[in-house]
């Protein structure tokens, strides 16, 4: 059974393509053939050693996956053999607060992930794929669409009407403007490229900024809003941004920290949390039970992830230099068999 591995020395050019034993599945657990998986920032960060809580032991790369199943172990009744699945970025965490689970563990790393011909999951850290999705679009679901989706609707319940910043056009940036428009959110989205700004117009985005032409875009963010300001913000810019955002933030509206694009240091002055009565939270993608929900969301809807490019899955180390490059649209997905 062929996997990709991730181990010191770190880098892309370190990555190994090992042998692992064949699987079978234990009591409650599922042996899944992976058909499809997609890249992830954070799959970037692991791969170069450079991840906050990087795991010491070698690992099989990549948190997202989905596959048929082949083989079930005793006791198992959420699946069946061929069942079409997807693997949960979170293993251990069904439902509640993170910090009130204490069996919570991501794939991909600490724990062996998604990119190997076979995988053996609990059945309980695995969902159904939604019907209408090919095994690509349905790779790409587990860690940037459920971290938009439970931003949003999970806990920021967005309604209609409202306003939402997203910033970049990376994969949480564009499963949230997919979800905003689902329930109706007006939504302005920065990014680094006119082309960009130009395809996420198409796609329904309201308002457009070029945060690279435009530094001060929180001025911006006010001017499309007619003093408004946005009701749910997806913080992925870091600290650097969070103050712009608090900037431009309608009164008692939200802010959920979810990455660091921009970097990881800077100065945040909590007095305006209090002067725009914010309400500020960490996002860690979510449990099973958000993911379902998600999965039913975009199944009633008939939702597609965009695609930016699929890779055959041997070409792993160039799917993530197109990654890296930062020019990618949408999810660059991987294939396997
Ligand atoms: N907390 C969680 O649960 C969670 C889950 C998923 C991801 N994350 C984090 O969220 C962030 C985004 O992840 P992703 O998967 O969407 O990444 P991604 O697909 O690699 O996004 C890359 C895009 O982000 C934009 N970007 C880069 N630097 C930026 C900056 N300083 N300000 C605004 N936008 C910037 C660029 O968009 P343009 O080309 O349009 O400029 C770039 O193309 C990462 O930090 C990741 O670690 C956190």
Redesign the pocket.
């Known amino acids: 059974m062929k996997a990709w591995q991730i181990a010191a020395p770190f880098g892309i050019d370190a990555l190994q393509q090992v042998e692992r034993p064949q699987l079978t599945p234990g009591p409650q657990q599922v042996l899944i053939r992976v058909r499809a998986a997609s890249l ?3 799959d ?2 692991l791969v170069e050693g450079r991840y906050q809580g990087q795991p010491d032991q070698p690992f099989i790369a990549l948190s997202d996956g989905a596959g048929e199943v082949l083989a079930v172990g005793a006791g198992v009744s959420r699946f069946a053999v061929g069942d079409r699945v997807i693997g949960c970025f979170w293993q251990g965490w069904q439902a509640g607060p993170l910090g009130a689970c204490s069996t919570a563990i991501p794939l991909g790393g600490p724990l062996d992930g998604m990119l190997a011909e076979q995988v053996l999951l609990d059945e309980s850290g695995v969902v159904a794929c939604p019907a209408h999705l090919s095994w690509e679009e349905a790779a790409t679901l587990p ?2 669409a459920l ?1 938009a989706w ?1 931003a949003l609707i999970g806990e920021g319940q967005l309604k209609a009407g409202e306003w939402v910043l997203l ?8 499963f949230a403007l997919q979800f905003a428009l689902m329930h109706g959110a007006r939504v302005v989205v ?4 006119e082309d ?2 130009q395809r996420l117009a198409t796609l329904g985005a309201t308002g457009l900024i070029n ?2 032409t435009t530094p001060d875009w929180h001025d911006e963010v006010l001017r499309i809003t007619a003093g408004h300001g946005v009701d749910h913000v997806l913080e ?3 600290p ?2 969070f103050a712009q955002s608090l900037q431009c933030l309608h009164p008692s509206g939200q802010i959920n ?7 990881q240091q800077g100065e945040i002055n909590p007095l305006l949390i209090l002067q725009r009565n914010a309400r500020v939270r ?5 449990p099973r039970n958000a993911f379902e929900a998600m999965n039913r969301a975009i199944e009633a809807s008939g939702m597609r992830p965009l695609i930016d490019s699929t890779y055959d899955w041997l070409d792993l180390p160039e799917a993530l230099r197109h ?1 890296a490059s ?4 949408g ?1 660059v997905v991987l294939r396997l068999g």
Do not use: D, M, P
């Open positions: 992830n920032y954070r970037l960060e860690c940037a971290t439970q910033q970049g056009s990376g994969g949480v940036s564009l920065t990014s680094s490229s960009k700004l945060y690279r992925v810019g870091g650097r941004s920290v979810i990455g660091y694009l921009g970097g960490g996002i860690a993608v979510g990654l930062g020019a990618h649209f999810k």
